[in-house]
T-cell receptor, first 112, second 113 residues
Framework: QKEVEQNSGPLSVPEGAIASLNCTYS??????FFWYRQYSGKSPELIMS????GDKEDGRFTAQLNKASQYVSLLIRDSQPSDSATYLC????????????FGQGTELSVKP | GAGVSQSPSNKVTEKGKDVELRCDPI?????LYWYRQRLGQGLEFLIY????????KSGLPSDRFSAERTGESVSTLTIQRTQQEDSAVYLC???????????FGSGTQLSVL
């Protein structure tokens, strides 16, 4: 089992819809969780970080964490074509010196 | 500097040659990471530095790969006897301390012919 797993997509949603991106992780002692966005040919940039169970909202983005189920998700409300990118889930593996492991990424396409 | 700087931005080399990739993190950032990203793939963890020491080297693909960091600043990733499968974008990132937001450099595109 991979340490961090995501559906590769592509996930296609119409403009204005809610995009839901999911991520599961294998290490129960993981402490910190991040969502990065990567446009084609560019480097990743941080969208959200979440450390506690529950929801965390920032503008159109909501991160959800469920440590019991080892599951973290990202919701994008009112999706825009400019949101089209690859979304990378990253998990900090606390008992391995804090290394940050990324999932394979989910490609999101928002159609006008 | 204002951001994470990587050099060179592009490197074309012949199979069997050694290459050295450089990363200048944001000043004051104690944590530094190297990742490899093959075309259309996710980020593959290579190595992580906390200060000048590397708590985890388990991601280095083979003994041809090595990395060091000096002065809690610049880091170099060296690949000896390059192979075609080493072709990828090598990304460096730094953070103020571990467990915090990563700032990525623009990467080095390595092509091994």
């Amino acid at each position: 089992q991979k340490e961090v797993e995501q559906n590769s997509g592509p996930l296609s949603v119409p403009e204005g819809a809610i995009a839901s991106l999911n991520c599961t992780y294998s290490d129960r002692v993981s402490q910190s969780f991040f969502w990065y966005r990567q446009y084609s040919g560019k480097s990743p940039e941080l969208i959200m970080s979440i450390y506690s169970n529950g929801d965390k909202e920032d503008g159109r983005f909501t991160a959800q964490l469920n440590k019991a189920s080892q599951y973290v998700s990202l919701l994008i409300r009112d999706s825009q074509p400019s949101d089209s990118a690859t979304y990378l889930c990253a998990v900090s593996i606390y008992n391995q010196g804090g290394k940050l492991i990324f999932g394979q990424g989910t490609e999101l396409s928002v159609k006008p | 500097g204002a951001g994470v700087s990587q050099s060179p931005s592009n490197k074309v080399t012949e199979k069997g040659k050694d290459v050295e990739l450089r990363c200048d993190p944001i000043s004051g950032h104690t944590a530094l990471y190297w990742y490899r990203q093959r075309l259309g793939q996710g980020l593959e963890f290579l190595i992580y530095f906390q200060g000048n020491s590397a708590p985890d080297k388990s991601g280095l693909p083979s003994d041809r790969f090595s990395a060091e960091r000096t002065g809690e600043s610049v880091s170099t990733l060296t690949i000896q006897r390059t192979q075609q499968e080493d072709s990828a974008v090598y990304l460096c990132a730094s953070s103020l301390k571990w467990n915090e937001k990563l700032f990525f450099g623009s990467g080095t595109q390595l092509s091994v012919l």
